[in-house]
């Protein structure tokens, strides 16, 4: 079965993967100055609460650090199980193949044991995508799954396009196939990083569902558009657009693996005013005005619209 998924690659797409790809090696500089364990381990919580977080779960950064750490958690139990999977599921990320099949088995049975019934299978029902009462998506009949997606995997073989961008589609197109009675959003997401570290090891570590969860809106909407224009380069350009924040973000801290929190605000609060940020950190003004004046001049925000009710924006 042949499988060509449909997508056009915007001029800013291009330009996205080439600062990407010039970000990557900063961020290798990062992780190497912090002894990559303690950074790596940071980043691993955080992409861990968020891709659940997308999911509706609601334990903290702490909380999923204390069930690591083996202590005791008061939380729904359904909670604690979907954060003990998803361990379990990211410890295994070295050892998948991006482009096994059977793998992709194996990590959904891991992130959804005692979840659902049949971890690990393809679904044998329908299914759909809503928004409340309206249907977005109606999947593929659940007979065509384990062909279409055996034909996406070849695809994502042979294919000859960047990875940023091969990563992306697939993403999109597993969303679209919906292959699992549930689990396909966070398998998708943990697929497109496993996928990226065939461009550079280091997407292991860099936790693209923070940024994701950031703007969850904007990610179900570019899907959404990708379906109703049946050209998912909406979603490539959603996604690019998010690895690089991401790694915007994590190469501007110092070389002690801070973050910078103020990049990190207006990353994930586009718009944001002096004020606003101000309160929400509870940085000085003086101070923050400085830290903006020295993230503007480096090029990372810019200022947009008139004085009085424009706000501070990542580049």
Not at 114 to 132: E, Q, T, Y
Not at 289 to 312: C, D, H, T, V, Y
């Amino acid at each position: 079965m042949d499988y060509q998924p449909n997508f056009t690659v915007s001029p800013q797409a291009v330009l996205m993967v080439a600062e990407i790809s010039k970000l990557l090696e900063r961020y290798d500089i990062v992780l190497k100055a912090n002894e990559n364990l303690k950074l790596r381990r940071i980043n691993k919580i955080k992409t861990i609460q968020s891709t659940l977080a997308i999911e509706c779960t609601t334990l903290s950064e702490k909380q999923i650090t204390d069930i690591i750490n083996g202590k005791k958690v008061i939380a729904p139990l359904k909670e604690i199980q979907e954060v003990r999977n998803a361990i379990a599921a990211y410890d295994l990320f070295s050892e998948l193949d991006p482009f096994s099949v059977s793998d992709l088995l194996k990590a959904h049975r891991v992130m959804m044991n005692a979840l659902i019934d049949l971890p690990g299978h393809f679904r044998s029902g329908g299914a759909a995508v809503a928004d409340g009462q309206q249907i977005l998506h109606i999947a593929p009949p659940a007979s065509l799954v384990p062909g279409e997606i055996q034909a996406l995997f070849h695809w994502l073989v042979s294919s000859p396009d960047h990875w940023l961008i091969k990563s992306s589609v697939f993403h999109y197109e597993f969303e679209y196939i919906h292959p699992f009675a549930d689990g396909n959003g966070r398998l998708g997401r943990l697929w497109q990083s496993l996928i990226l570290t065939r461009l550079h090891p280091l997407f292991q570590y860099l936790p693209i569902e923070t940024m994701v969860h950031g703007n969850q809106q904007l990610y179900y909407q570019s899907i959404n558009a990708s379906s109703t224009a049946n050209d998912c380069g909406i979603f490539i350009d959603f996604m690019l657009r998010e690895i690089l924040n991401a790694l915007k973000l994590h190469t501007s801290g110092d070389v002690n693996g801070g973050v910078n929190p103020v990049l990190d605000f207006i990353i994930c609060h586009p718009g944001s005013r002096t004020k606003e940020i101000s309160g929400s950190l509870q940085i000085p003004l003086r101070t923050l005005q400085r830290e903006l004046s020295r993230l503007k001049s480096s090029g990372m925000i810019e200022f947009r619209g008139a004085p009085k009710n424009g706000g501070f924006f990542a580049k």
